[in-house]
């Protein structure tokens, strides 16, 4: 379950880097280009607009004949492709109802701006991984309290002294923040 959590906030950032900077593409789907200026298409000649939905929903050796095909995955370092295949094997080991919560996420994720983005991938992300794993556990059980109140009920724990006692400065901001950007923690 920790590993879970650890993951789910993990996302937040490898969501956003990704599809930009793994494949080059955004994570969003590409504009078409109108007909005259399509280049002509080979078999292997552009990944499709939603290429992460498409793997995660193929098999283990379904992806594994995508990645092995594919001339970007291959051009890649090894070292980024030995990521991109552990990051397939951690989904494929997930529940239904963990792809759920991470795909949620991702939901928020894309729904934010720029700059929210910046700041989670910039800020929020290296400050999540300093933390020591038994502070990421008292942080990640006050986002667990505040998950299921209402805005108002989540604003008063987070201005009441007693509910954050224990918490330095730094995972108070970062409280505030996760619960800001709709970052629920894991199930359970």
């Not at 594994?64 to 080991?93: H, Y």
């Not at 720029?114 to 992300?125: D, F, I, K, N």
């Not at 604003?155 to 224990?166: I, P, Q, T, V, Y």
């Not at 330095?168 to 970052?183: H, K």
Request: net charge positive; aromatic share 6%.
């Amino acid at each position: 379950m920790r590993r879970f959590a650890e993951f789910g906030i993990a996302v937040l950032a490898s969501a956003l880097c990704l599809a930009t900077s793994l494949f080059g593409q955004r994570p969003h789907p590409r504009m078409e280009r109108p007909p005259a200026e399509k280049p002509a298409r080979g078999p292997k000649a552009d990944l499709p607009p939603r290429w992460i939905d498409r793997l995660r929903e193929m098999s283990p050796a379904e992806q594994e004949k995508f990645l092995n095909n594919n001339v970007r995955f291959r051009g890649l370092p090894a070292q980024q492709q030995a990521q991109i295949r552990q990051r397939l094997q951690v989904w494929n080991n997930l529940s239904p109802e963990q792809r759920q919560t991470l795909l949620q996420r991702e939901r928020v994720l894309e729904q934010m701006t720029p700059e929210q983005r910046r700041y989670v991938r910039e800020t929020l992300m290296p400050e999540w991984q300093n933390l020591p794993p038994a502070r990421r556990r008292v942080v990640l059980g006050k986002l667990r309290d505040l998950h299921s109140l209402s805005d108002s009920e989540r604003a008063a724990k987070l201005n009441d002294e007693s509910f954050m006692n224990g918490l330095s400065p730094n995972e108070r901001q970062m409280l505030r923040d996760l619960t800001s950007l709709r970052v629920g923690p894991p199930p359970g």
